[in-house]
């Protein structure tokens, strides 16, 4: 099977697509001294800027509480992957994002983490049909060395796309 190319296919029509950052490490330095809760906070406050992959991906909303976050996308076409649908690397990233948070919200200042694990069940297509899909991540375990936490990837309507539990590593300082 041949292809015309782009230009000739039924159709086919360049896109672009523009973004725009702050320095990521600027917000680390000023979060270095502050809980997760200090930082999340600082973060909605717009006092501290937000991770660059949330202006990557577009999300398009966050909420933080102790223990919990939450991140909301709205599919868009750049999402999509071969197929027409939303990328499960997507999903993930929107999952990870909730899981991790959630775990970050607990943290006192000078404590760090990092995700050990990532588990993704992928139970339905998301496209742009589907409107606004939120991920929304619960600690469900909180220890001195190692945090659990869940996260479920609904629709407007509570319907559930994917889930994910991930593992963390707390590191405490000396």
């Not at 929304?136 to 659990?148: D, E, I, M, P, W």
């Amino acid at each position: 099977m041949t292809t015309a190319p782009e230009a000739e296919q039924p159709g086919a029509q360049q896109r672009t697509r523009t973004f725009s950052w702050e320095d990521p490490m600027a917000g680390a330095a000023a979060a270095a001294g502050m809980s997760g809760a200090e930082l999340f906070a600082a973060m909605t406050e717009g006092k501290i800027p937000a991770s660059p992959i949330g202006a990557l991906l577009d999300f398009d909303g966050s909420e933080f509480g102790d223990g919990t976050a939450s991140f909301r996308l709205t599919p868009q076409e750049f999402h999509y992957n071969p197929i027409g649908t939303v990328h499960g690397g997507v999903f993930s990233t929107l999952l990870d994002s909730a899981c991790g948070c959630a775990v970050h919200t607990k943290l006192p200042a000078g404590t760090f983490y990092t995700s050990l694990d990532l588990t993704v069940k992928f139970l339905r297509p998301v496209t742009i049909a589907t409107g606004p899909v939120t991920a929304h991540g619960t600690v469900t375990h909180f220890g001195r060395r190692t945090a659990l936490a869940e996260a479920r990837l609904t629709d407007d309507d509570g319907k559930l796309y994917a889930t994910a539990t991930s593992s963390c590593l707390i590191m405490r300082p000396e």
